[in-house]
């Protein structure tokens, strides 16, 4: 018998995943200013970038990283269980657990990070994890690495999810959602999860990496805006490196469900710690964000301008109404010229393919961000326009 080779096994996927339209290309960018982004010497208007609020180079922040690097330095040279956690590792989480009102959160290096770790701690073999067919990838991730059952309930589809939790009385019980859908930008039924949960005694576990910032007074997220301020049964996950423009992420929720997270997450326990003064930024990040609504109305009017003018264009629109904006265009071919001819115009939208959608779903994902102007918003429908195939029939 011959070993299969890995080489030959890979030279065969390349030449598949070019044909399919499906190879994944890196772009530098070269410079930045704002939403604006060098690119092969070329200055695009990026709609690509999940910093809703703009922060992400805000002078506050920057200065709060220079600050805390000259007095603590890079790196935090050790993971936070052994003399990695400084203080304002400490005090991140202090403040995002009061903004949120929960007790107790966790830093991770990442909502990648944190995803995998919280669900690998917390569940076991024998039980279920419940989760929307949409979710994110690293929630799949999570749940597979914890070994648990994972069943996978079609979109947004609580009846299913409560059939699903129904079957299976004996088995300890957690139900995961994005809070607003990444690549869909709609927001999850989180009222009705939160009962669901509350009658079948499982946990309810929030991704709002889309959602914080964005959503609910003070930007508290999907949660609040869905009435769960404070609900004490909740886990959620906060990422810095979306609205709140800075690296990391963190697992909110109880004292004993964090503890346990702390306890047992192998992506917490066998890893570097965040360097401090990336924490003491993200803590500058944080106090941004809660007191920006200033920076969130100004992402809501740009929101509406775009919505309203892709309306009137008949562009396929799915029913959004985050920063998140995808046009839907089926096939991998249609989505990648669409976003190549918006590029020759200036103009940075992505085009997002399976595996990150469903087969059949490639779209254009229109971000927005208060850092947009109105000049900017009407600059890429002018490129819609031009660019994408309408609704047939007009
Ligand atoms: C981006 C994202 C993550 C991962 O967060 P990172 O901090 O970028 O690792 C997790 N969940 C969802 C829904 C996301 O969109």
Redesign the pocket.
């Known amino acids: 018998m011959t070993r299969p080779s890995l080489l030959d096994r890979l030279a065969l996927q390349a030449q598949q995943r070019a044909q399919d339209d499906a190879t994944r290309r890196l772009l530098t960018v070269e410079q930045r200013n704002g939403v604006r982004l060098q690119v092969d010497g070329r200055w695009l208007v990026s709609f690509a970038g ?1 910093d809703y609020l703009g922060l992400s180079d805000h002078p506050g922040l920057v200065r709060a990283l220079q600050r805390a690097a000259g007095e603590s330095g890079v790196g935090s040279a050790s993971s936070h269980l052994v003399c990695g956690h400084h203080r304002p590792h400490a005090q991140l989480e202090e403040a995002v657990a009061e903004w949120l009102g929960q007790p107790r959160a966790l830093l991770f290096g ?4 944190a ?1 995998l770790g919280a669900l690998q701690a917390l569940l076991e073999r024998d039980d279920l994890c419940l989760q929307d067919r949409l979710n ?1 990838a ?2 799949l991730d999570g749940a597979r690495l914890s070994g648990a059952q994972l069943k996978r309930y079609p979109h947004a589809d609580v009846d299913a999810a409560a059939r699903q939790l129904g079957a299976s009385p004996e088995r300890a019980a957690l139900i995961a959602t ?1 809070g607003v859908f ?1 690549m869909d930008g709609d927001i999850a039924p989180l009222t009705e999860l939160a009962q669901l949960a509350e009658r079948e005694s499982a946990t309810l576990y929030i ?1 709002d ?2 959602g914080v910032g964005v959503l609910g007074a003070q930007g508290r997220g999907s949660a609040d805006h869905c009435g769960l301020a404070g609900h004490q049964a909740l886990l959620q ?1 906060v ?1 810095l ?2 609205a709140i423009g800075s690296y990391g ?1 963190l697992v909110v929720g109880s004292e004993a469900l964090i503890d346990a997270v702390l306890q047992r997450a192998r992506s917490y326990v066998f890893t570097t710690a965040l360097p401090p003064a990336l924490a003491a930024a993200a803590l500058t990040a944080v106090r941004l964000t809660r007191d920006g609504d200033a920076l969130r109305e100004r992402l809501g009017q740009n929101i509406d301008r775009f919505v309203a003018g892709a309306q009137q264009l008949s562009l396929p629109l799915l029913p959004s109404r985050s920063p998140i904006q995808p046009l839907l265009l089926g096939n991998n071919a249609a989505a990648l010229a669409a976003s190549l001819a918006l590029r020759e115009r200036g103009l940075w939208v992505p085009a997002i393919r399976p595996p990150t959608v469903p087969a059949g779903s490639a779209r254009l994902r229109v971000s927005l961000s208060a850092a947009h102007s109105p000049d900017d918003i009407d600059a890429l429908l002018d490129g819609l326009a031009d660019c994408v195939p309408r609704h047939q029939g007009d």
């Open positions: 999940n990442s909502g990648y990070l995803n994110h690293c929630l994005d990444s991704d990496a889309h996950l990422t490196g979306k992420a």
